[in-house]
């Protein structure tokens, strides 16, 4: 079933994002949003938590269906509480030891399905009208920019 969802919302980000790839022309490479959390992460040197946003349309969305779960970054772990808030995806991210969250992710995932999604689209339609600062994350691919609401102290513990 998570699988038929995925699929589903590729086409419909194609139609809203890419409708020149319907027609067949090809786009640019783009990295996947699991590079670009890591490399973030990296970059930022492990800080203690992070929040950012990433446009849907900058990279390969290849966390569809995970909401909170563990990510290894530089030897370190991370909470990372995620959804997809149209046109953005937005990240959670919080240093802390590795727990088994997987009752966890399967509740905030029933939650989006049941809500219909329409929470995280104003979710992503507020974030587009708070941003206010970006910083540019290098990937293998490319630069690619992420959001913040505001702009986040290095080493700031909260």
Known sequence: MK???????????KIALFPSALLGKARPPRPRA?????CHL?????????SYCVRYSAVVNDQFGLSHFNWSAGGANYHVLRTGCFPFIKYHCSKAPRQNLDA???F???LKVVNLGIPTLAYGLGCWMVV???????????????YFAYKEDEGAQY
């Not at 990296?42 to 992070?50: E, I, K, M, V, Y």
């Not at 206010?132 to 992420?146: K, N």
């Open 3 to 13: 699988e038929v969802f995925r699929r589903t919302h590729e086409v419909l980000l």
């Open 34 to 38: 699991s590079e670009v959390l890591t």
């Open 42 to 50: 990296a970059q930022r040197g492990l800080p203690p938590w992070t």
């Open 104 to 106: 966890q992710d399967t």
């Open 108 to 110: 905030f995932t029933v």
């Open 132 to 146: 206010g600062a970006a910083e540019t994350v290098q990937t293998s691919v490319g630069e690619v920019t992420v």
